[in-house]
């Protein structure tokens, strides 16, 4: 026995004397039982995420068409896209699309949310909101499709009401990215109604209780309680939101054919599936999906930034 430690035993250091515990059975094959349950998730995230993350990286520095030889271009491929007007016009559509969707989306969810706080029977309501969450995004803009029509039934319907000319909305360059919007927005709201009546529901009764002693009619209760305490509910709703507005693809490529008339719906993930799948430029289009990605890491970093000003979280029981 080293010098060390017997000096350890000597003053009863209890480290020194204890005996090392070997693993038992269970816990080993509890263990593996863990790694077997979350190895398919890993392998599916190796091969889905990390692996296409990483050859987009790669991509993004070179030239190839899937076909010819790979060919490294350094930094070609981001200059021809920051100067393609294409690109331009799909970033500007991207951001119009986030920039309506997500302060009315969330706006409307609140106020429905606090509808339906009020009423004891709320189950019909939520069904009738959430159902277009879980309906396939495709059939939803199928449908929108058929009412946007010159002669379907919200372009007639807007003929009888007001005796103007239907607008056709699909194929007007100044109504076909609204469409996309109001698509949006109602295929969206149901899940943010779900959560906001979540959270507040999750208000404490006598906060409201002791509001409305002193006096608070419903909009003070609204503006100064309830909206405070709903604040990081909103403030993580309105990243998710945002973040799902930049990658607005599928209601863009069913809705409106062809990135609409004179590219007016053209997003950047549209713009993405263009280069790629249609002129299989897959350097361009992987330099585009890595503008996409800092653009998306500024605005969220921006909307961390910006949360310390409007959004109040509880104190600490300490």
């Known amino acids: 026995m080293s010098t060390l430690t017997d000096g350890r035993m000597l003053r009863g250091d209890p480290a020194a004397s204890a005996p090392v515990r070997k693993e038992s059975t269970w816990r080993r094959r509890d263990r593996w039982w863990g790694y077997f349950f979350v190895g398919p998730q890993l392998v599916g995230m190796a091969v889905f995420v990390v692996l ?42 991207t951001l119009l699309i986030a920039i309506i969707t997500v302060p009315i989306g969330l706006g409307l969810s ?58 056709d909305w699909l194929q007007d360059p100044r109504l076909a990215l609204l469409a996309v919007c109001i698509v949006t927005i109602w295929a969206s709201m149901g899940l943010n109604v779900v959560i906001f009546l979540a959270g507040l529901q999750n208000i404490s009764p006598s906060v409201i209780e002791a509001a409305r002693i002193d006096g608070a009619g419903p909009v003070r209760l609204f503006w100064s309680i309830r909206l405070p305490l709903l604040s990081p509910i909103v403030f993580f709703s309105s990243v998710v939101a945002f973040i799902s507005s930049l990658q607005t693809f599928d209601v863009v490529y069913v809705l409106v054919q062809n990135a609409g008339p004179d590219n007016a719906t053209r997003t950047i993930v549209y713009h993405i599936f263009d280069l790629g799948f249609t002129k299989f430029e897959f350097g ?19 909307q961390f930034g910006a949360q310390k000003k409007f959004v109040h979280y509880e104190d600490d029981p300490a």
């Open 52 to 93: 296409p993350f990483a050859a987009s990286m790669v991509l993004a520095f070179a030239s190839w068409d899937g076909l010819t030889d790979f060919t490294w271009v350094g930094l070609a491929n981001f200059v021809d896209q920051l100067q393609d007007p294409l690109l331009g016009r799909a970033i500007v559509n």
């Open 110 to 167: 609140v106020i429905v949310a606090v509808a339906l706080e009020r009423l004891k029977t709320r189950t019909l309501y939520l069904i009738l909101f959430f159902a277009p969450v879980v309906t396939s995004t495709v059939a939803v803009a199928m449908i929108w499709q058929q009412m946007f029509r010159a002669d379907g039934l919200l372009s007639t319907s807007i003929s009888k009401i007001f005796g103007v000319t239907p607008p």
């Open 284 to 302: 361009p289009a992987s330099a585009a999906s890595v503008i996409l990605l800092l653009l998306t890491l500024v605005i969220t970093a921006i």
